[in-house]
């Protein structure tokens, strides 16, 4: 079945450390790839995508992400995390067939320590 | 005002009682969606329009129906809830295929 995975249920990291949040996608063709955060009591927040072209991208609050056709890979990362950074991050893609439905990852809990 | 609202906030309901969750938007979107999200499984759909007359079926409609009144209103109905349907539901909104989704706050619902 087509899907979507983050390994990482819950990763805790020191403010000031690098992250990087996995996603793995099966599917044939390349979808179209997302990443949304969700703050404690708020809905998802679009973080950065990914459709074609520069397989880096640069998303807001200083995330970037990296599609890795041959890992069937899209792993956020951010080089210096933030106290503000703590909440729920979800991979999320479409596949570009009839129905362009979106399909979300289970999700990354990121609690982060001072 | 948000672009994308839902009704209750949070609700509280019993076993077999009909409920509904209500969602409007701003944008003028044609696209809407309605989620729930619970704990170590994302969120699922269940249900979707892309015009007022499109309505289609998401990955878990068992036990839930919903109506596009027009196209800023999109709402989700459960006709007799069960404590299993115990979730934070969403709404969201798009533009056109493929572009990125806004979400309302969300709805926490609890069935006892």
């Known amino acids: 079945a087509q899907s979507v995975t983050q390994p990482d249920i819950h990763i805790t990291v020191s403010e000031g450390a690098s992250l990087e949040l996995r996603c793995n996608y099966s599917?044939?063709?390349?979808?179209?790839l997302f990443w949304y955060v969700q703050s404690p009591g708020q809905g998802l927040q679009l973080l950065l995508k990914y459709f074609s072209g520069d397989t880096l991208v640069q998303g807001i609050k200083g995330f970037e992400a990296e599609f890795k056709r041959s890992q069937s890979s899209f792993n956020l990362r951010k080089p210096s995390v933030h106290w503000s950074d703590a909440a729920e991050y979800f991979c999320a893609v479409v596949v570009p067939d009839n129905t362009d439905k979106l399909i979300f990852g289970t999700g990354t809990r990121l609690q982060v320590f001072p | 005002d948000a672009d994308v609202t839902q009704t209750p906030r949070n609700r509280i309901t019993k076993t077999g009682k009909r409920i509904m969750l209500e969602c409007s938007q701003t944008?003028?979107?044609?696209?809407m969606y309605w989620y729930r999200q619970d704990p170590g499984l994302g969120l699922r759909l269940i249900y979707y329009?892309?015009?007022?007359?499109?309505?289609n079926k998401g990955e878990i409609s068992d036990g839930y129906s919903v109506s596009r009144q027009a196209q800023a209103k999109f709402s989700l109905s459960l006709e007799s809830a069960i404590p299993n349907q115990t979730a934070l539901y969403f709404c969201a909104i798009q533009r056109r295929a493929n572009s990125p989704l806004h979400f309302g706050n969300g709805t926490r619902l609890t069935v006892t």
């Open positions: 329009s892309f015009d007022v007359k499109d309505i």
């Open positions: 944008k003028g979107h044609d696209r």
């Open positions: 599917y044939g063709a390349t979808p179209y």
